[in-house]
């Protein structure tokens, strides 16, 4: 199978069973991705397939020095704090208390790379952020990691709290943090994201973005990863992250 086909070819499936409410079966072998080149071909495909632009990226790291990966997020799958979302809509539901965070500036392709510290002096804003995982697949997560990496890397909705000023005190790699499922905690007994300080995987965004001949805009959302691992929520549920110096985020599912 040609480079082109296989995402083409992916990413019609995904963007099918979004639209039917449905769940897709594993894909057949020869339409798992190659490697990490046809996994982001396969994620523009989807957007371009479902006529609507990027409004961000979410972006992680399994280890303090691990490997990066993201995908960037639709923007009709933003929503801003206290919003409801349909549950009906994402199966399964898993919910992640993240940081996000907005540029001052946009970045423009250019030849050399951007450095960590012209990264670093162009970030402006932070949000507290909820993440909504949830895949096509219904053997999820018993599915290849490219084809997740593919299918927008199981990005369901991400629910956003108001941004405040960046603050480069912050205790990034440890905040205080509250997240609860209709009043109950779900914190596990330490809360910490994977990746360490969130910011170290920002530098990795804005040259992938950049290097496929994009602007990464100002106003896009960048949320960096779970503090509190994954919890599935069942049936309705109100939900409540609070990351304290910044402002509460919550959402309904109903």
């Given at each position: 199978?040609?480079?082109?086909?296989?995402?083409?070819?992916?990413?019609?499936?995904?963007?099918?069973?979004?639209?039917?409410?449905?769940?897709?079966?594993?894909?057949?072998?020869?339409?798992?991705?190659?490697?990490?080149?046809?996994?982001?071909?396969?994620?523009?495909?989807?957007?371009?397939?479902?006529?609507?632009?990027?409004?961000?990226?979410?972006?992680?790291?399994?280890?303090?020095?691990?490997?990066?990966?993201?995908?960037?997020?639709?923007?009709?799958?933003?929503?801003?704090?206290?919003?409801?979302?349909?549950?009906?809509?994402?199966?399964?539901?898993?919910?992640?208390?993240?940081?996000?965070?907005?540029?001052?500036?946009?970045?423009?392709?250019?030849?050399?790379?951007?450095?960590?510290?012209?990264?670093?002096?162009?970030?402006?804003?932070?949000?507290?952020?909820?993440?909504?995982?949830?895949?096509?697949?219904?053997?999820?997560?018993?599915?290849?990691?490219?084809?997740?990496?593919?299918?927008?890397?199981?990005?369901?909705?991400?629910?956003?709290?108001?941004?405040?000023?960046?603050d480069a005190s912050f205790p990034f790699a440890e905040p205080t943090l509250?997240?609860?499922?209709?009043?109950?905690?779900?914190?596990?007994?330490?809360?910490?994201?994977?990746?360490?300080?969130?910011?170290?995987?920002?530098?990795?965004?804005?040259?992938?973005?950049?290097?496929?001949?994009?602007?990464?805009?100002?106003?896009?959302?960048?949320?960096?990863?779970?503090?509190?691992?994954?919890?599935?929520?069942?049936?309705?549920?109100?939900?409540?992250?609070?990351?304290?110096?910044?402002?509460?985020?919550?959402?309904?599912?109903?």
């Amino acid at each position: 199978m040609d480079t082109e086909t296989q995402p083409s070819r992916l990413a019609q499936l995904i963007v099918d069973a979004q639209n039917a409410n449905s769940l897709l079966d594993s894909p057949d072998f020869d339409l798992n991705p190659k490697d990490r080149e046809a996994a982001y071909l396969t994620q523009q495909k989807i957007l371009r397939l479902r006529g609507v632009e990027a409004g961000g990226w979410k972006i992680g790291s399994k280890s303090l020095t691990g490997p990066i990966q993201g995908s960037p997020l639709p923007r009709d799958c933003l929503f801003p704090s206290t919003g409801t979302l349909d549950r009906s809509l994402y199966a399964p539901v898993g919910l992640e208390l993240e940081i996000a965070f907005r540029f001052n500036r946009a970045f423009s392709p250019r030849e050399q790379a951007y450095s960590d510290e012209e990264v670093m002096a162009g970030i402006g804003e932070m949000a507290a952020a909820v993440e909504v995982v949830s895949s096509r697949f219904a053997a999820w997560p018993k599915i290849e990691p490219l084809t997740q990496l593919a299918d927008l890397l199981n990005h369901g909705a991400l629910v956003v709290g108001d941004f405040v000023p960046y603050d480069a005190s912050f205790p990034f790699a440890e905040p205080t943090l509250s997240f609860t499922v209709n009043g109950e905690s779900v914190v596990p007994g330490k809360a910490a994201n994977p990746a360490g300080d969130p910011r170290r995987l920002l530098p990795w965004l804005v040259n992938h973005h950049t290097l496929q001949g994009l602007i990464l805009p100002e106003d896009f959302v960048i949320t960096t990863g779970s503090y509190t691992g994954m919890f599935f929520a069942q049936g309705m549920a109100e939900v409540q992250g609070e990351i304290t110096g910044l402002p509460t985020v919550v959402l309904t599912l109903a």
